[in-house]
């Protein structure tokens, strides 16, 4: 069993910047982490991919980012961070950590993520 909590959820302006960060209650760089990362569901809409991080150290995003997210892993914290700039008021929804250890996928409660002026 993998528990997954997250933080760094909160109210931003439009333009501005936030970073969420996903604590696992298992190594993340361990050999049976398949990938780590992020999903969000916004309200009445289907949950999508924002970024996720394969054990090989690849990088993948949701389309909708355009280069304004970047996901990375702290070894010393044994966290996967979020880092969002030049936010939209689109981007408000529900974020959550999620990971797949020996093929078995865990999720965290989810942080909300509101933009708005």
């Known amino acids: 069993q993998v528990q997954l909590v997250e933080s760094g959820g909160g109210l931003v302006q439009p333009g501005g910047s936030l970073t969420l960060s996903c604590a696992a209650s298992?190594?993340?760089?361990?050999?049976?982490?398949?990938?780590v990362g992020w999903y969000r569901q916004a309200p009445g809409k289907r949950r999508e991919l924002v970024a996720i991080?394969?054990?090989?150290?690849?990088?993948m995003y949701g389309d909708f980012v355009k280069g304004r997210f970047a996901i990375s892993r702290d070894n010393g914290k044994n966290t996967v961070d979020l880092q969002m700039n030049s936010l939209k008021i689109e981007d408000t929804a529900v974020y959550y950590c999620?990971?797949?250890?020996?093929?078995?996928?865990?999720w965290g409660q989810g942080t909300q993520v509101t933009v708005s002026s």
């Open positions: 999620n990971g797949v250890w020996d093929t078995i996928d865990y």
């Open positions: 298992r190594s993340i760089f361990s050999m049976n982490v398949n990938r």
């Open positions: 991080i394969t054990s090989g150290g690849v990088r």
